[in-house]
């Protein structure tokens, strides 16, 4: 579990969660997956400790904490309830990261302060009915007024889109022009012309909400442009680089809970007799498992460590460990399952919410697919 790169106070940081978790999470998480509701109880003891806001300094109402921390924060989260760690991730690297990077002074005291603290709600509005995978193709467009953005058009699949009181979003201001002709702003809930829409029913992270978006004539102020105007597709490309670890930590922290449970079922159930651990079958799964859960942690934690070393932009480190983390965790939690054999079908065991789960990663932030793409342009050049 240790990687020789970890400070005692990553060590410390990760034992204050992990306990919080097991004392406060894990009786809830079944129930939480049970009801499909968002677990407030449970964020509102995650926002009076601080950890809303790990990464950010503290002027701006963080807890003035570095990458790698919030990386543990969010594996040792997901370990025990990925619905309950999905919200913070989007919380923290989709909403408060491109504001406290691309932000203004006024923004970061307006919008990230009460984020970070935990006061407010965060979301990151991308994706589109026609723009996923394709960003360039956003079809919600912006047009300046006098001294307004005027938005119209949706999004969907929007993590916390309900829930969220301030929302980072991405708007085309000449579709002509695709990734060049996009902005980014920002919309608090009650603005005139800006509502969410339906929640998704989703088959994994029942406990968490996507929803859509509406934009209809929707007036913001000037100010509200977050960086520079038609820079939007940058704001965004460097907020994914960011995002991709979280999914991938993610990824790692559901692998490493179904690797838990899948242990202690082992231990814990015979087979004709004989105690399924001691079955050499068994015994590949689990060790097959631990293998790749540690290589995936290498490298969740490798892109965490360079964003804290000051590197500005970790595109293909971070698709490398968000690719390979998704992948592993659908094999590990797909294998683990078979340890339980029927009763691994039953919903009086967690592993089948484990699998439930995990294919949300393989998706969200950006495909499989289109991680594979992302890094082969690294590597073999556009
Ligand atoms: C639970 C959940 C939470 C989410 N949260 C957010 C959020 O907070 N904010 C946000 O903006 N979005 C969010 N998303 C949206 C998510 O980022 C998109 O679903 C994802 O980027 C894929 O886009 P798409 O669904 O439109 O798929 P599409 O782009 O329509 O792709 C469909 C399929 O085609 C494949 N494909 C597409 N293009 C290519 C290509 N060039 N080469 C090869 N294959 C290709 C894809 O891999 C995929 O398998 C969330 C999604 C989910 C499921």
């Known amino acids: 579990m240790k990687l020789a ?37 449970i964020i509102n003891k995650i926002k009076e400790r601080g950890w809303l806001g790990v990464p950010f300094p503290e002027k701006y109402g963080g807890l003035g904490l570095d990458t790698t921390s919030y990386i ?17 991730a989007a919380h923290v690297s989709l909403a408060c990261q491109p504001l406290y990077a691309h932000g203004t002074e006024e923004q970061k005291e307006k919008y990230l302060i009460p984020l970070a603290c935990g006061e407010k709600v965060g979301s990151f509005g991308l994706t589109e009915a026609n723009a996923g995978s394709d960003a360039g193709a956003t079809e919600t467009t912006v047009k300046l ?17 309900t829930i969220a009181d301030i929302i980072v979003f991405t708007a085309s201001q000449d579709r002509t022009k695709k990734t060049h002709g996009i902005s980014a702003f920002i919309v608090e809930k009650g603005t005139k012309g800006y509502e969410a829409g339906k929640e998704e029913d989703k088959m994994g992270l029942r406990g968490s909400i996507t929803s859509e978006l509406h934009f209809e004539d929707c ?3 000037k100010e509200n442009l977050l960086g520079e105007e038609y820079e939007g597709f940058k704001v965004f490309m460097e907020t994914l680089d960011g995002g991709r670890i979280s999914i991938g930590v993610l990824a790692l922290g559901i692998a490493q809970g179904a690797l838990d449970y899948g242990i202690k079922y082992a231990q814990e159930h015979d087979l004709n007799g004989k105690p399924l ?106």
């Open 5 to 41: 790169e970890f400070t005692d106070k990553h060590n410390a940081f990760r034992e204050e969660v992990r306990e919080f978790a097991k004392k406060e999470l894990l009786s809830e998480s079944t129930q939480i997956d049970r009801k499909g509701e968002f677990p407030w109880h």
């Open 72 to 88: 543990i924060l969010v594996e040792e989260i997901a370990r025990v309830c990925a619905s309950t760690a999905i919200m913070i």
């Open 145 to 161: 007024i006098g001294d307004k953005w005027i938005i119209n058009g949706n999004k969907r699949f929007i993590t916390n889109g």
């Open 219 to 221: 007036e913001l102020p």
């Open 277 to 382: 651990y001691k079955f050499q079958w068994v015994q590949k799964i689990v060790a097959d498992a631990a293998t790749e859960i540690m290589a995936a942690r290498h490298l969740i934690y490798h892109a965490a460590m360079l964003k804290d070393k000051g590197e500005k932009r970790i595109t293909e480190e971070g698709a490398i460990a968000k690719l390979y983390a998704s992948e592993i965790a659908t094999r590990v939690c797909y294998k683990l399952h078979s340890i339980l054999g029927e009763d691994g079908l039953t919903r009086k065991y967690p592993m089948e919410r484990f699998l439930r789960d995990t294919k949300l990663m393989e998706i969200g932030e950006g495909t499989s697919e289109i991680q594979r793409i992302v890094i082969a342009r690294q590597i073999l050049g556009k």
